[in-house]
């Protein structure tokens, strides 16, 4: 009845007093007797648990005993003496090895029986009887082994009343069983000592039908005990008591006639004390109920006690009975309430722990180190795959599922552990599953309890699976290992920042660009100090303004490895949600290459600029000089002609001879113009630089004077080249006069030739230089040098550092020119106050053809017989000059002002032309063009050309054909006669 749900009204108290007192003696009453028969049930109970605890710890010391007399009988069968004599049939022999064993196990192990059995199960040799043999083992154990080939133990009941526990191993070798192995443990111990073990008294009888009444008796004396007891019960006699003497209450209870059901509880009284008795029926090896084991529970003390307990609570009832009922009730639910809570506590701790266990999915272990055995929870069997009952209680079911790599690491650790030396067990290690396939474990256990020698009794660990864990280590490991291998590929490296403690960190790479080593500690100021320090304001200043909101991406200086490199530093600075900087994380990439590479392109970039530059203004050069030629081919013509009448008029002789000589330096002048544009019309031949440059030697020392000395020194097997020979006398000079002017007074000057392999490594760091054989020409001097800035405009026309009147700007860039049309190219390396060299290189002429000597020619001027000549030019001052100048020489002149007239004439003419002399540029037609079309018509028709420059019309890139005729304007009376002459006198093209 719930008290609780009841209020207390006035006045009802006095009402039912004597209902109330009444209901509360029979509430009295019947509460004693219940609590007697619970308190009577749970005794009962308790040695229900007991008995059934002994009867668990029987079969547990059974199957301890199996496991180690299979050990035994492991050791035996591996022992090749005892195998050699069993083989052998040598039973002395095999007595004399197995003697010492067979007292050792008896002593140690209480192993009683040892037989060698042969494969027909005739028994060869009894250790405990050697004499006994040749009769054939029948018992149960050793028929299950022969039959099924494998080991069999079981209890089996002995003619002298004993139990005796057997284990039957065949004994096979090399696939055969060439006998038996059965040992024996007696058990007549394992009762008293499993009573001693649990505190109750326990009392076995056997059937006598089971036994012989004369061995059995035998027997007993043999053991020093009273056979008489054969006859106190009728089907059964009593072979085992941890009792003195066995009471005659307790002998109907081992009859099967009048026993008690195993199931339930009897209550026997004797010698002033009270049990309660339960039975066990005893089978042996061959499932045969052979006889019963009562088991008895002293329960004396407990029946007093709660017979005092009863009695007391009677008397506390008739104590308290005038006021129990309020407080009753209010103890009632008073006690209500605590076992709610505790019940509700302890169901929310059991709540908890499941959850705990569940949600850590770990699988727990617990060793009984003196047992040898090892609880696995079901999680444990579940990770590796396995269902709760695939795997046994032995410690060798995570022995053997160890890797073979892991498993002596393993066993040091534990070993350590359970020697003492680390305070916990913690390893990681492989386990095989069922399917195969190896789990990751974190294994970790702790020693609970240790003997008084320190040795274990009681190991409990867990097992975690962590092979994903494993997975994501190993992942992470070639994430970040493929990381370090792209930053070094890509020369970058990767930082870490906490801005607030100033720490630093670093990737293995950013150590090896600041040229640090990676152990190196690392804080703001040491990154500092690795900077170029021209660069560390600006770093700094960038630092700053990021910090302040803005982009830090930097380019600057550091020292590496004893070099000077440069790097891009870029980074991303996370703040708070207030603003302020927390962190940041930024890359630095190694950009020297890059930067190198710039520098290259821009000096590269400059070449190209000035090469375009010169090419311009030597198109430009090129263009003035053809129309100033055309002039000055008039000027001189003219004045040719007035001087052949000038007669005896000296002073108008003068005159006209000053004209000619200005025309002709204009023309020396515009000469030089085409050589730099490379317009200049050359006649190349194969020459030896040497004989060349030796040629011109008494030449060079007149224009150096007698202060400076020159120093020739031609190189040995010079390759031949190409080249016209007035462009060598050209070359040498300009450039030995301007260092002439460079010495300034004593001094030396060098020329010198060389053979030059050019690489690309050479062309690559040169825009102007090809790879390929060149033959070197070099001029130095020691004169006073020149600064980069001049030398940047030394090639271009007009560019002078002389006074006024002392040169012309021309010299260098005729030689620039010259160089350029020959498919070469000019070096300069000068320093100031040191001197300077002018090293020119020209392609290598790949021919047979021996090179020629340079010759001067000298003739008068040669006279037409009146030949017919036709004049095609486009300037009628120059047209008009010509007809004149050839007129003077004796030839008939035609002339035309343009390709169409010239065209007419010759359809029109009916005499053919010996000759024809035709401007190369004119409106309409070149004058290329019109020979062309002509020859045509008349193919022997002899052409002479003539032009301020040629810009290919006439030859290919300034090289004349070898068939063409060429007179460059402007030209004089005689150089025109002696063309003339040369084409109409040379053989028919």
């Known amino acids: ?232 019960l009728d089907d059964q006699v009593i072979v085992s008591s941890t009792l003195a003497t066995v009471p005659d209450s307790v002998v109907p ?21 009270t049990f309660f008795g339960a039975t066990q029926p005893l089978l042996d090896a061959g499932d045969r109920e052979v006889g019963v084991l009562l088991l008895l529970d002293d329960v004396t003390l407990g029946l007093a006690a709660l017979n005092r307990a009863a009695g007391v609570l009677v008397m506390a009832g008739l104590l308290l009975w005038g006021g129990l009922t309020a407080l009753l009730g209010s103890q009632v639910r008073r006690l209500e309430g605590r076992l709610s809570r505790s019940i509700t506590q302890l169901q929310e701790s059991e709540q908890r722990w499941k959850f705990a266990l569940e949600g850590s999915r770990d699988g727990v272990w617990d060793w009984d180190v003196s047992g040898n055995t090892v609880f696995y929870s079901k999680r444990w069997k579940e990770m590796l795959g396995h269902a709760e009952e695939e795997i046994g209680s032995e410690l060798v079911e995570w022995e053997s599922r160890l890797h073979p790599e892991d498993r002596e690491r393993v066993r040091q650790e534990f070993q350590r552990h359970l020697v003492g030396e680390d305070e916990y067990y913690e390893c990681e290690h492989r386990l095989r599953c069922q399917d195969g396939s190896w789990k990751w474990i974190l294994d970790r256990g702790k020693v609970l309890s240790r003997d008084a020698a320190g040795a274990p009794l009681r190991v409990i660990g867990t097992h975690t699976d962590i092979s994903e864990h494993r997975q994501a280590v190993e992942a992470l490991r070639v994430s970040e290992e493929n990381l370090r291998l792209a930053q070094a590929v890509s020369h970058t490296g990767s930082w870490f920042l906490d801005i607030a403690s100033g720490a630093l960190t670093w990737s293995e790479e950013s150590y090896r660009l600041f040229g640090l080593p990676p152990a190196t500690p690392l804080t703001v100021d040491n990154f500092f100090a690795c900077i170029h320090p021209d660069d560390r304001d600006a770093v700094l200043a960038a630092w700053n303004a990021a910090l302040a909101g803005a982009d830090y991406d930097i380019e600057h200086r550091t020292f590496s490895h004893g070099e000077v490199r440069w790097v891009r530093e870029r980074a991303e600075i996370r703040r708070a949600d207030d603003g302020s900087p927390l962190d940041a994380v930024g890359t630095v990439q190694d950009i020297t290459d890059r930067k190198r590479a710039d520098q290259e392109r821009e000096k590269l970039q400059a070449q190209l600029v000035q090469a375009q530059k010169m090419e311009s203004v030597g198109r430009l050069a090129g263009g003035i000089a053809h129309d100033f030629n055309n002039k000055l081919g008039v000027i001189l013509g003219y004045t040719e002609m007035a001087m052949m009448r000038s007669g005896q008029d000296e002073l108008l002789g003068q005159f006209l001879e000053e004209i000619r000589t200005a025309a002709e330096r204009s023309a020396d002048l515009t000469s030089q113009m085409l050589a ?137 860039a005729t030689v620039y020119g010259i160089i350029k049309q020959n498919n070469g190219w000019i070096g300069v390396y000068s320093e100031i106050g040191q001197g300077t060299t002018f090293k020119m290189y020209f392609p290598r002429h790949r021919s047979d053809a021996i090179p020629h000597p340079a010759v001067d020619e000298v003739s008068d001027i040669p006279r037409g017989h009146g030949e017919l000549v036709l004049l095609v030019e486009d300037e009628l001052p120059l047209l008009d000059l010509g007809k004149m100048m050839l007129k003077n020489l004796g030839y008939q002149v035609v002339t035309a002002g343009s390709p169409a007239e010239a065209l007419q004439r010759v359809r029109e003419q009916t005499q053919p032309f010996d000759l024809m002399v035709i401007d190369v540029i004119m409106p309409g037609m070149n004058g290329r063009d019109l020979v062309r079309q002509l020859r045509s018509s008349h193919p022997g028709l002899r052409c002479l050309f003539i032009s301020g420059y040629t810009a290919n019309a006439i030859a290919h890139h300034g090289v004349l054909d070898e068939d063409t005729n060429f007179l460059q304007k402007p030209f004089t009376l005689q150089g025109l006669a002696e063309k003339v002459h040369q084409v109409l006198t040379q053989s028919q093209a």
């Not at 209870?253 to 004390?273: E, V």
């Open 676 to 812: 730099y544009a490379r317009r200049q019309t050359i006649s190349p031949r194969i020459l030896d630089l040497n004989d060349t440059v030796g040629g011109m030697l008494k030449m060079l020392h007149r224009l150096i004077g007698e202060d400076i000395t020159l120093a020739w020194q031609p190189g040995g097997g010079l390759w031949p080249v190409k080249l016209d020979p007035t462009q060598v006398d050209q070359i040498l000079a300009n450039l030995v006069v301007n260092a002439r002017d460079a010495i300034r007074g004593a001094g030396n000057m060098t020329i010198e030739t060389a053979n030059q392999v050019i690489d690309a490594d050479y062309c690559a760091a040169n825009l102007e230089a090809r790879a390929g054989d060149f033959v070197m020409l070099a001029v130095s001097d020691d004169g006073c040098g020149m600064s980069q800035q001049i030398q940047n405009h030394i090639f271009e026309p007009f560019f002078t550092t002389k006074g006024v009147g002392e040169g012309t700007g021309l010299g260098l």
């Open 253 to 273: 209870h081992l009859n099967p006639s009048h026993g008690i059901h195993r199931d339930k509880l009897c209550t026997i009284a004797f010698n002033g004390r």
């Open 1 to 232: 009845m719930d008290l609780s749900s009841h209020k207390y009204r006035p006045g009802i108290l006095s009402r039912v007093v004597l209902p109330l007192s009444v209901a509360l003696f029979l509430l009295i009453a019947i509460a004693v007797v219940l609590i007697y028969r619970v308190q009577q049930s749970s005794m009962q109970e308790q040695v229900r648990l007991k008995v059934a605890g002994v009867r668990h710890h029987l079969a547990q010391v059974m199957d301890t005993e199996a496991r180690l007399l299979a050990m035994q009988q492991d050791l035996i069968v591996r022992d090749q003496d005892l195998l050699q004599a069993f083989v052998a049939r040598d039973r002395d022999r095999l007595l004399h090895l197995s003697a010492g064993l067979n007292e050792q196990l008896r002593s140690r192990y209480n192993i009683t029986h040892m037989y060698f059995v042969l494969p027909d199960q005739t028994c060869f040799l009894r250790m405990h009887h050697p004499a006994i043999f040749g009769d054939r083992i029948e018992r149960h154990t050793m028929q299950r082994a022969a039959t099924s080939g494998q080991p069999a133990h079981g209890l089996e009941l002995g003619l002298l009343g004993t139990f005796t526990l057997r284990r039957v191993q065949p004994w096979i070798v090399a696939g055969e069983c060439i006998g038996y192995i059965e040992l024996g443990i007696d058990t007549r111990f394992i009762p008293a000592g499993t009573a001693a073990d649990h505190a109750v008294e326990l009392v076995m009888s056997l059937q006598k039908k089971w036994l012989d009444r004369e061995k059995w008796a035998a027997g007993q004396r043999f053991l020093g005990l009273d056979p008489a007891g054969w006859d106190r």
